[in-house]
Every structure is written in C-alpha cells, then in structure tokens.
C-alpha cells in the first residue's frame, strides 16, 4: 500500500509539472506570438505533448523547437503547430485529413477541434506507437493508417480541412481533390533548399482556388511511394 501511495504522488508531481509547463508553453511561446484562437490554445493546454516523445526527450517536450522521434523524423515547434491549426480554422464539425502524422501530436490537437481526423503516415512503426498513444488519450475521433501521402486518402471523400507536414513545389492534385467546397489546405511550398512559405489554399466557388501565403518556413520535402528519402517534420 505504501508503494501505491508513493507512485501516486510522483505521479502527481509529474503531472502538475506538465501542466504549469503546458500552460508556459502556450503563453510564451504560442499566445506570445500572436496566436489568438482561443480553441487552439485551448487544445494545446489540453494535449500532454511529452507523451509523444520517447521517455529520454520528455524534458524537451515543451521547449521552443522540434524534438527528435524515431526514423530520423521530428515532432514540429509547438508555435508552428499552432499558426498550422489557426490558419486552418478547424470547426466543431469539420473534417480533416493529416498528411504526415509522425508522433501523433498534431492528430491528437485536431482531434479537440474537429468532429473526424483522418491521418496518414509513411513509416508503419510510427503509425503503431501513435496509435498507441491517441489510444491512451481517448482520441476516439482519429483513423491513423500508413499510406503514402500525396495520394491522399481516396476513399474517405472530401475534407474540410488538410493539413500537409512536409514541403513540395506545387500541392499534389490529388489533395486538391479532396478538398471540400469552402475547404482550406495547409502546405509548405518551395524548394527544399531555398525559401519556403507556409501556403493556405482555399476552395471557392465554382471549385476555383484562393492561395495565401502565410509565413517563411523551412520543412523537407513531401515524399511519395516509391522515393528514396525520409520524410521529417520541419522547424522554421
């Protein structure tokens, strides 16, 4: 009993811990740049982001920058997460498509703020440890698979919102496709080596499309089935 009782507080500890961190996290270094949707931030007090890392990262979990996960991938900077999701301006009964799932972090944050994430992810072992961990938060919402990412999900109709975590020189016509009427989609565009911009693009009316750019980014480039390379996520 005595054991049990000590694990416990440790317990608590830790996550009081998390939290006054969490809580830093989004004050310093989300809000304090100009984020200002209230259900991002919301979100992002809400989703433990050290679950996501490997037990020997967890200490940088909320530092400002990507950390390393396996397959020589990264979970993103938590800001540009955030100017990710507020662009996108997720409503309560969107759909949204990941290309690029990784940990699982930005999944698990959509998953707060739409009613159904469809996420896609190229390296099958990253897919199992994330499933595992937006098993372990509830996230009832998400359907993770391993697939190759600019075909998009093809038989999951359209969606209101996709959200693109690799860089490429044009967005895949597939992912336009997809995208809903009044849909917006999120991609870094620009040549790996050079200067990239994180684009919004927009379905209007008539299917015709609005392109925005957003701010200068750096992330490596999008990779389809069949190409050498890896995939990671980017940092600015």
Known sequence: MHGEVVRAVKESKRSRRSRFLRDAMVDVQIAGRGIRSRRV??????????????RRFAEAAYEDSAVPI???QTISQPYIVARMLEAAAIAKSDRVLEI??????LAA??????????ALERHEALVQRARSRLR?????????????GTAGWPDGGEFDVIVVSAAGAQIPAALKAQL???GRLLIPLGDPDDVQWLTKLTRGPEGRFVEDRIEEVRFVPLVSAGSRGSRDDGRP
């Open 41 to 54: 931030l919301l979100a992002m007090r809400q989703v433990p982001r050290e679950i996501f890392l490997d």
């Open 109 to 118: 944050l959509a998953a707060k703020l739409g009613r159904e994430v469809c």
């Open 180 to 182: 809903a009427p009044s």
């Open 70 to 72: 396996p397959k020589g």
């Open 100 to 105: 690029g799932a990784g940990s699982g972090y």
């Open 136 to 148: 372990h938060l509830g996230c009832r919402n998400v359907d993770l698979r391993q697939g190759d």
